[in-house]
Nanobody, 119 residues
């Protein structure tokens, strides 16, 4: 089992910044990708950004140029730096880890952290 613990959410004014962190722990064999998803009220969960263990990144069009995903492989931690936040970024943000156990591919999720962008 892999456990993901997120932190860094909160309330911020439009134009502000937040940094989310997600630390993985437990029986880790190989995490080959980590990412952030979000679910806004009344909407489906969507990919925000992800990063592979080789460093390749992928962003939703709506956050390109404003959000940056990074990863500390030694700490099994992924970060999401969010700048120029907009009210439409308000959502619960979830961390995801794609894990290979040595036998199976597994998907793990964090508990979610609320990000609210409001004046």
């Amino acid at each position: 089992q892999v456990r993901l613990v997120e932190s860094g959410g909160g309330l911020v004014q439009p134009g502000g910044s937040l940094r989310l962190s997600c630390a993985a722990s437990g029986s880790i064999f190989r995490i080959y990708a980590m990412g952030w998803y979000r679910r806004a009220p009344g909407k489906q969960r969507e990919l925000v950004a992800d990063i592979a263990d080789g460093g390749n990144t992928n962003y939703a069009d709506s956050v390109k140029g404003r959000f940056t995903i990074s990863r500390d492989g030694a700490k099994n931690t992924v970060y999401l730096q969010m700048n120029s936040l907009k009210p439409e970024d308000t959502a619960v943000y979830y961390c995801n880890a794609a894990h290979y156990s040595g036998k199976y591919n597994e998907d793990y999720w964090g508990q979610g952290t609320q990000v609210t962008v409001s004046s």
